[in-house]
């Protein structure tokens, strides 16, 4: 069909079904393109075996048409539903609250569009919530789940495994007595080995009187492994530890009970950015200058924090944006998996690299 003939069979197309007010079909999308109701399909499924040539037909076909997709059909032939539920096990306004969660989110949803998903964000705040996400989670709503903050023996990766439903944890998932979880894939940043590189660093800056402010021992793994990591570089010297929850204000309190106890410290490892955030307060409030008095290394580098203190944070470096868009990849991996036929193949697990960012406070 020549070019002239074949625009204006599009323009005739278009302004019949516009004033008709009808949605464009699959019919009208073969018709145009000049191929088969099969290939169109396999090109909107997003399928590989159309030729380069019959793809641009086809979409160039959708895009003048303004074709879009039946989604109900779309779910019965690819037993997708185009939304990935992200789980986080702990209270919505804490989470929105906390910049780390905030850029791991971010990747997750980049990497989901990227897929043509989207997220689905669900929380699990009080014993009654596990009923209710189990229900929504094996009701068919979403193609799989993204899981984090996970606490030891948490009954998540157990529930996930029942459903048959493809999952990736954000942090290696745990067994009540600290066993890993077998089975399951997870994204994970290097946390006993970004803590020797903080503790090394605050040693060969002279400092012998090293504090840490360790995260909640009963949430994730990452509070257990930071705190391994301390104590790996500390053999012979003393453990000054405190616990907080991951808050600014929790940080702000354990290092004022730090100062009560041990009055002669001479640094802190703080276990997350914004834990430090709130301990670089309490060390203004109690007149100690940083880094002349106490040597101050933060963890995660979160650069809206790290960058923006008072010095600026020494801190170790994760990619947490790259953290969420690996879960989102790990899943769809899983997803892929799950639609291939006796394909038993495992999906690795990841953990992410840390490194030391050297700034004013350490």
């Keep these: 069909m020549p070019v002239c003939t074949a625009q204006l069979a599009v323009s005739e197309m278009v302004l019949t079904q516009r004033s008709n007010a009808r949605r464009p079909t699959l019919e009208d999308v073969a018709r145009w393109s000049g191929v088969s109701k099969s290939t169109v399909s396999r090109v909107v499924n997003g399928e590989s075996k159309v030729s380069a040539e019959a793809a641009v037909r086809v979409?160039?076909?959708?895009?003048?048409?303004?074709?879009?997709?039946?989604?109900?059909?779309?779910?019965?032939?690819?037993?997708?539903?185009?939304?990935?539920?992200?789980?986080?096990?702990?209270?919505?306004?804490?989470?929105?609250?906390?910049p780390f969660f905030d850029c791991l989110l971010r990747g997750i949803r980049a990497e989901l569009a990227?897929?043509?998903?989207?997220?689905?964000?669900?929380?699990?705040?009080?014993?009654?919530?596990?009923?209710?996400?189990?229900d929504y989670l094996g009701g068919g709503h979403v193609d799989?789940?993204?899981?984090f903050s996970l606490r030891p023996g948490d009954r998540l990766p157990e529930m996930v495994d029942r459903l048959a439903l493809p999952a990736v944890f954000g942090g290696r998932p745990l067994l009540c007595d600290g066993d890993p979880v077998r089975g399951q894939a997870y994204v994970d940043g290097d946390n006993r080995?970004?803590?020797r590189q903080a503790v090394r660093h605050l040693l060969a800056l002279g400092r012998r009187r090293i504090a840490t402010v360790t995260g909640p021992y009963d949430q994730e793994n990452s509070a257990a492994e930071r705190l391994a990591g301390y104590r790996d570089v500390l053999l012979d010297m003393p453990h000054l530890v405190e616990r907080a929850d991951y808050t600014r204000q929790g940080g702000a309190d354990a290092m004022a009970a730090l100062l009560d106890r041990h009055p002669d410290?001479?640094?802190?490892f703080v276990a997350s950015d914004l834990m430090a955030s709130g301990a670089l307060q309490t060390l203004r409030e109690r007149g100690r200058r940083v880094p002349e008095d106490v040597a101050v290394v933060g963890f995660d580098d979160l650069v809206s924090l790290s960058?923006?203190?008072?010095?600026?944070?020494?801190?170790?470096?994760?990619?947490?944006?790259?953290m969420g868009r690996l879960l989102a990849r790990l899943l769809f991996g899983r997803t892929e998996q799950d639609t291939r036929e006796g394909d038993t193949s495992e999906v690795p697990s990841v953990v992410v690299p840390t490194r030391l960012v050297v700034r004013q406070s350490a």
């Design 59 to 98: 979409r160039e076909a959708i895009s003048a048409l303004g074709y879009v997709p039946n989604q109900a059909a779309r779910q019965l032939v690819t037993r997708r539903t185009g939304a990935v539920a992200v789980v986080a096990a702990q209270p919505e306004d804490r989470l929105f609250l906390d």
């Design 193 to 195: 080995g970004g803590a």
């Design 307 to 322: 960058e923006t203190t008072d010095p600026p944070l020494t801190t170790v470096h994760q990619d947490v944006a790259e």
């Design 144 to 147: 799989g789940a993204i899981l």
């Design 114 to 134: 990227r897929h043509g998903s989207q997220a689905v964000l669900l929380f699990l705040d009080e014993p009654d919530d596990y009923a209710r996400v189990a």
């Design 265 to 268: 410290l001479d640094a802190v």
